[in-house]
């Protein structure tokens, strides 16, 4: 066997469709496209750290063509993440939305009043002697300059990084969009804090949710794990650019999966650390030992994120709903992936990640 490069796993990297080593998933990046397509939008794409929200999301930017534009952009393209006010996120998109259509719509030329009105409104920079416009009236003319000349198509606005932010920002973020839902379609990215606990009642009843959901990987508590490990044997195989798995390397992949609960980054960055670890040992594909030490290498960065009383918190809220764990608590835990959900017999219930497990038992 060939020597495998395991850096080629780029746990960090998101991936698209035209690089080849995207992954398909029953609810995904397609299925949150057509939602989009039939009028389901705005939506909230959620999930723990490391699930695939952005590659899912820039899968669905990719199939969101014909009468759709999808422009994607991240919050920290809107403006700076310390200054997130109203103001400042809408004149981000329309001055997004103008730019990206310049740039990727030969056929597209902006009036010069919408460019000096443009100018002039900048909350932070105003110039040149264009009307100072309201941030939502000027998202409105742009949007509308755009679909106008582009043959009436819709516009889709794929926004990321609201997890990057805290999650009074996030409000602020998702309730100004929320404003321009009647112009164009709006997808936002955020993590479990904005869609979590009764002081986000204002947001999840304005837009639906849309949970990118982690595949169990173990059989067992009535979980079928055989999907969910062919799908992160598959993401391995494409990253690792070979034509099928070799059969040295197959009881690795499973281990691994077990170890990191499903969730694709997880995965790989389990698998990148102790595929290095094999090749210091001069070893083709990770053992048994390779493992454990990756293993111990990121249970140990997850041990440091606990706080008094999680672990009793955790072994608590195993094979249950975890509607039990206080909000504050819970947001924090699947943020983070502590507690992973996964859907059985159409419902959600939550475990506590594997690498955490020995620390469990020792609570």
Known sequence: MAQLDWRALTPDHPVTTGEGTYVSRRVG?????????NGLAPLLVCGPDGCGKTTEVLRAAEVLTGDLRAVRVELRDLCPLEEVTER???FGVAERLLDHTVDHQEQFQPSEALVADLRASDPVFPRGHGLRRLPLDLVQAVAEEITRQLEGTRLVLLVD???EVPVEQGRTVALALYRVRDLLDVVLVTSPALVNGPQNHAVVTRYRVFSVPVLPVADADGLDGEPGRRF?????RKRLGIDEVPAELEEALGRVALMSGGVPRTFLRLLHDAGLYAFLAEREVPDEEDIAEAVRDHADSLRRVLQAGDLDALAAAAATSGLDVPADRRVRFLSHALLVEYVRGGEVVVFPHPLIQRLLGAS
Do not use: H, M, T
Request: glycine share 10%; no cysteine; aromatic share 0%.
């Open 232 to 236: 992160l044997a598959e993401i391995a």
């Open 29 to 37: 990046g397609d299925r949150l496209a057509a939602l989009v397509r």
């Open 88 to 90: 400042r996120v809408l």
């Open 161 to 163: 990084g609201l997890d």
